[in-house]
């Protein structure tokens, strides 16, 4: 990547940051709650983005890593009454640590065999959330109480509860994971993994280690997943077992599609459009799922490069 | 940077895909779906988040019927203090994340008054506390034994149906004393069945009884006989609760496998609610027994409540739709809704509610509700309310099946279910 | 009950199991081993053919049996063609590419399941068996039906056999798997194959749906369970193998039995779900398959 791409990439996304951030003083009080949740799913699909889009492997199984997240900080707060960073902190190791040990036994297999590997693990991860119900209260899930999403801050007191803190809050986030990526793709080791989504066997000749490659990609699209996990739950105070289920692994790679995948911004467009074309849609019809599959085919056939791909393609080929 | 590989990139016809999507994208933002009906002034606004699909689906479309049914003659009568009810519905897929997304947007879009209407209790137990941050009078019509153990908040109100452990409470004395003492329980292995599992062992030992056997299925499960061997030969009764789709095959494999020489059996109505008994599956089920908050079958002594009850809903004699005899309604629970509305109205008219700037008020008229009277407004019986739990208290029934019916041979009395409880949510800060 | 009828009610149970898995599996089997590509909506053929059964069933009033037999014919058929059509439409412009496969399929599963939703509703809905008969055991009562669905099974397995070993059609397939170009070499129309193929993977699932549908009832989320398990069952058997299929169905059928009478059902599925997923990594080719060519 050229400096003057890396620089048009780095202005890009400050400006899109800046525009969230003025965002908040215009939009009425529902559109800040979705636009809350629209940027901590975005971070999760960052994270899926970065393994689907950078380095070209499909994971069926993102919702454990989120899900791992959600449930590392949340059982903390809960059960043992973390602060809510040493929460935050504790989900970021166990996601990592996840999706270490996971990404080193998948990433030995490729392709199809991967997907549903990815999918496996996931399922499993499903099924224990239910089985070790004492401690995470199955599908009935729990709620964080009012008291633990507070913590002191010098002399004041912060409430993550509170709507407009919320909102500020999620878009660090997603600010400080789009700047890692960007920073990770800029640097040798970005490249190496772009290398192996263009050609595996070729980066391999040249002397690359592609697993070892993979699988910090992996670990760190794990680990923004788990960031987002934790995020949702310490944000939005509840934690259950849907948030592990097949469906939300589905959603990372819809939003993934329909924004672009290998590209930075794509994720955010996908989750924006999709989010609020779901909750649109659910005033008309209670059918939305039908729509859902009909973008998927139609996405997949007519339109793989997502929205961002395409503006790449055609307009803006240092689009990063 | 280009990609030669890409495991999703196909060459297409890009540019009819970009007039179908834009096609798409103008449709959903052109104004003509935007659903009418924002902010008039004088209407009373009422969220109903419904389990229109999911695993709630079918009690999810007979809670909306009745609340309709509800809605349309409260407007009839005059509406509540004057205005016009109005009540949005949107579906949450029986999901917790986006049933607490739907309870979100009816308090900051919508902007309505209260929101009524969920079932399963995962659904109940996300959304109850976002609603109570919200700041909007929440009135669950499930069954969740939630708000006598302290687990909600002071805007989460239960005023249209008994929970769980008192029901079990209620019923626990008959059971004992009727067909036996050594029970062997079959219930789904997550919060609703544990609530039973727990609840009904405490009752049963109060009454000298004994559960022999605690026999968990995952909710999932389709298929039951290799879970039969566990059930002792000592028990004397079979109590089962089971909601999900697979009931008719527990059913029917339970008659396989013991045939005649059978336990007594008694269980909870909810599997098969929006079930036909007139089924040959079923047919083993003859001459056993379950609970019914609300008999399905319209009993010798029907009351003029319940005819009124079946009729502005459009259901018959047998529990089922007016228009279409096979479409069997979930009787012994959407009634909760129908009740919950007229609690919902009674209070407001104490509180002389006008607009959401008294949503305090509703509370604390909520709060100061003692009883109500059996009536068209309440045709499933005489009802306790607790104030400080929130929770109501009514009769329960024991039916028999007879001739592929339900017939009633036990009611309990309200004082059966009650039970103490610490929890005070009027000390909570409003 | 003694340990000796205990473990011939697991047995029983076991094999009635494995029969229906065995089917379903094999049309996904049959799928992946022609068409190299894994379909993610077979379980909601099994769903299709379920819920067409019941249509059938009411539709035609008189003995049970006269449904039953007509859902046996028709319903593969509708199934079948619906799958041909959405192939058509989709795999093929997709050049089966493995992942925009699944991808394209979840879609086609979504649009499925919400289509049945909306047409036929949401309540599971019971079919009756073509005859009722309990075989009174001394321990315990078993349904003839489900023995009936075991013989089912294996006739149905003996027809697969044939018509993949002795016929023309087979050896069709048989070579499109073996090397597709070649086959395109030799005349062989594969694209045209492929088409049936898939028709028929979905046709197996369909008869799947019905022979199970009397057990357990129509629903429309009744599709989940039958593809994870299938997945499970072609992963073991090793892909696109027919004979491992068979005996991964019977060995899984028996296994999850007896395993969820020791363990908790849920810590059954986890041990054995994460079983299946270090088999496909550690033995890609299956425990019964052979090395990839």
């Not at chain 1, 050609?199 to 997943?225: H, I, P, Q, Y």
């Not at chain 1, 849907?242 to 990372?252: H, N």
């Not at chain 3, 599996?25 to 053919?49: K, P, T, Y």
């Not at chain 3, 060995?251 to 908790?264: A, H, K, P, R, V």
């Amino acid at each position: 990547m050229t400096a003057s791409a890396f620089r048009k990439n780095l202005t890009l996304t400050l400006l899109v940051l800046a525009a969230l951030l003025l965002l908040q003083f215009v939009l009425p009080e529902y559109y800040v709650l979705m636009a809350t949740r629209m940027m901590v799913l975005a971070v999760f699909t960052v994270g899926f983005n970065a393994l689907l889009g950078y380095v070209g492997l499909l994971s069926l199984g993102h919702a454990m890593f989120f899900a791992c997240g959600l449930y590392a900080a949340g059982l903390s707060v809960y059960h043992f009454g973390f602060s809510l960073p040493a929460a935050f902190g504790v989900s970021l190791i166990a996601s990592a640590a996840l999706s270490l040990v996971i990404g080193a036994i998948t990433l030995r297999t490729i392709r199809v065999s991967f997907m549903i590997v990815t999918l496996m693990f996931a399922q499993v991860g499903y099924l224990a959330v239910l089985y070790f119900a004492e401690w995470t209260n199955g599908q009935e899930g729990l709620s964080l109480p009012a008291s633990a999403r507070q913590m002191a801050l010098g002399p004041w007191t912060l409430n993550i509860a509170d709507a407009v803190t919320r909102y500020n809050i999620a878009l660090v986030l997603l600010a400080a994971s789009l700047g890692l990526l960007l920073f990770y793709l800029k640097g040798t080791r970005g490249r190496v993994a772009t290398a192996i989504r263009d050609n595996e066997g070729r980066t391999e000749m040249l002397g690359f280690n592609v697993f070892a490659a993979k699988l910090e990609m992996f670990v760190l699209s794990g680990t923004l997943s788990g960031a987002a996990g934790a995020a949702y739950g310490l944000l939005f105070g509840y934690l259950g077992a849907t948030f592990a289920s097949f469906q939300y692994s589905i959603e990372a790679l819809l939003f993934t599609l329909l924004g672009g995948a290998g590209t930075l911004l794509g994720p955010l467009i996908g989750v924006v459009l999709m989010v609020a074309m779901i909750d649109k849609l659910s005033e008309l019809t209670s059918a939305y799922f039908l729509v859902i599959g009909v973008i998927l085919i139609v996405l997949i056939l007519w339109f793989p490069k997502g929205i961002l791909g395409t503006i790449r393609e055609r307009w803006a080929p240092w689009l990063l | 940077m280009h990609s030669k590989y890409n495991p999703l990139s196909l060459s297409m016809q890009r540019r009819t895909a970009l007039k179908t999507l834009g096609g798409a994208a103008i449709a959903l933002t052109s104004p003509a779906v935007l659903r009418p009906g924002f902010a008039q002034d004088g209407t009373i606004k009422l969220g109903a988040p419904m389990h229109r699909t999911g695993i709630g689906a079918s009690y999810g479309r007979w809670y909306e019927r009745t609340a309709t049914a509800a809605v349309k003659l409260v407007n009839e009568m005059g509406g509540i203090n004057g205005r016009k009810v109005e009540m949005i519905v949107e579906d949450d897929g029986t999901d917790p994340k986006r049933g607490t997304e739907v309870v979100e947007k009816f308090a900051t879009q919508y902007k309505v008054d209260a929101i009524f209407g969920h079932l399963f209790s995962n659904v109940v137990a996300a959304a109850a506390p976002r609603a109570g941050e919200l700041k909007v009078p929440y009135f669950i019509c499930s069954e969740a034994s939630l708000l006598g153990a302290g687990k909600l908040n002071r805007y989460t109100f239960q005023p249209g149906i008994t929970d769980v452990r008192a029901q079990v409470q209620a019923m626990a004395p008959w059971i004992g004393s009727t067909i036996g003492k050594k029970v062997t329980m079959i219930f789904p292995d997550y919060n609703f069945g544990h609530d039973h599992r727990d609840f009904f062992t405490a009752a049963i030992k109060a009454q000298g009884g004994e559960v022999v056997a605690k026999i968990a299925v995952p909710p999932t499960e389709t298929s039951f006989t290799r879970y039969f061997p566990q059930i002792p030969p000592s028990t004397e009764v079979i109590y089962h609760v089971m909601v999900g789709p697979a009931v008719l095959t527990f059913v029917k494999e339970l008659g396989d496998y013991l045939g005649s020489k059978r336990p007594e059996i008694f269980g909870f109505i909810d599997s098969l609610e929006a079930v036909n008994f007139n089924t040959p599956q079923l047919g083993f089920l003859e001459g056993t027994y379950f609970w019914e908050a609300y008999p399905r079958y319209a009993q010798a002594n029907q009351t003029e409540f319940d005819k009124f009850f079946r009729e502005k809903v459009g259901v018959d004699a047998n529990g089922a739709s007016i228009a279409d005899p096979k479409d069997i309604s979930t009787y012994s629970h959407m009634f909760s809704c129908w009740e919950t509305l007229f609690v919902i109205k009674q209070a407001m008219e104490m509180a002389n509610y006008r607009g959401p700037e008294q949503k305090k008020d509703l509370v604390v008229a909520m709060e100061s509700m003692t009883s109500f009277a059996e009536g068209k407004e309440h045709p499933q019986g005489a009802k306790q309310f607790n104030g400080k739990t929130h929770q109501v208290f009514g009769s329960q029934n024991i039916s028999k099946v007879e001739g592929g019916k339900l017939k009633v041979v036990h009611r309990t009395k309200i004082e059966d279910g009650l039970y103490e409880s610490p929890t005070d949510y009027t000390k909570m800060d409003l | 009950m003694g340990l000796g009828p205990y473990l011939l009610l697991a047995t029983l149970e076991g094999l009635v199991q494995a029969a229906v898995l065995c089917i379903t599996a094999a049309g996904l089997s049959l799928v992946f081993g022609v068409m190299r590509v894994v379909n993610v909506a077979h379980g909601e053929f099994v769903m299709l053919g379920a819920v067409i059964a019941w249509y059938a069933a009411s539709l035609l009033t008189g003995h049970p049996a006269l449904g039953f037999v007509v859902a046996l014919i028709i319903s593969p058929l509708i199934v079948g063609a619906i799958a041909a059509l959405s192939e058509r439409l989709i795999l093929k412009r997709l050049d089966y590419n493995p992942e925009a496969t699944i991808v394209a399929t979840i879609g086609l599963l979504y649009i499925i399941q919400q289509s049945v939703l909306i047409l036929y509703g949401p309540d599971a809905r019971p079919v009756d068996p073509p005859f009722y008969y309990t075989i009174r055991l001394p321990w315990f009562g078993y349904s003839a039906y489900k023995l009936f669905v075991i013989g089912a099974a294996i006739l149905i397995m003996g027809l697969i056999w044939f018509v993949l070993q002795k016929t023309r059609a087979g050896l069709i397939m048989r070579a499109t798997q073996f090397d597709r170009e070649t086959a395109q070499a030799f005349g062989i129309p594969v694209d045209k194959v492929s088409a049936y193929v898939f028709a028929l993977g979905a046709g197996l699932a369909a008869i799947a749906g019905i022979l199970v549908v009397p057990i357990q009832q129509a629903h429309y989320l009744m599709g989940t369970d039958p593809l994870l398990l299938s997945f499970i069952v072609v992963i073991i058997g090793g892909l696109g193998s027919m004979s491992g299929t068979v005996v991964a169905a019977i060995l899984i059928g028996l296994s999850d039995g007896i395993l969820s009478m020791m363990f908790s059902p849920t810590l059954a599925k986890m041990v054995s779900t994460l079983l299946v997923a270090l088999v496909l990594v550690f033995r890609p080719n299956g425990l019964f398959g052979k090395a990839a060519r």
